[in-house]
């Protein structure tokens, strides 16, 4: 069974940013990606590694752009898009692929995440 750590309040994230965690001694990038009306009530939360692959910038000092991108390559309206503070290579926030090249082989570690009771959890595997 996995096991969850509480990395914050659901409201130390306002939407639209990403914050850095330790999670099971990795480093996370925690993203609140809003709701249908762009704000924090009904988002999600997701959890990728803080280190881009291209060159180890920590992608929680990045920015969210609306929608995202599949492993197909096709847009996804309801994701979002982290953006590297370095380079600007993308990233799909839920998914973690690159979405410059969707179907590569470029991506970033994703981890399960959950809200319980007001606060964001996340899963890093052993």
Do not use: Q
Request: with cysteine; proline share 10%.
């Amino acid at each position: 069974m996995p096991l969850f750590e509480d990395v914050c309040a659901t409201d130390e994230i306002p939407p639209n940013e990403l914050r850095a965690f330790e999670v099971n001694g990795v480093f996370v990038a925690v993203a609140h990606l809003p709701g249908p009306d762009g704000e924090a009530e009904g988002g999600t939360f997701t959890a990728m590694e803080d280190s881009c692959p291209h060159a180890g910038a920590p992608l929680s000092d990045g920015h969210l752009e609306p929608g995202g991108c599949g492993a197909d390559g096709e847009p996804d309206a309801g994701g979002a898009t982290v953006v590297c503070p370095l380079h600007a290579w993308r990233f799909d926030c839920r998914t973690g692929h690159w979405c410059d090249a969707p179907k590569g082989k470029v991506r970033v570690e994703t981890y399960e995440t959950k809200v319980e009771n007001g606060r964001v959890l996340v899963c890093v595997p052993d």
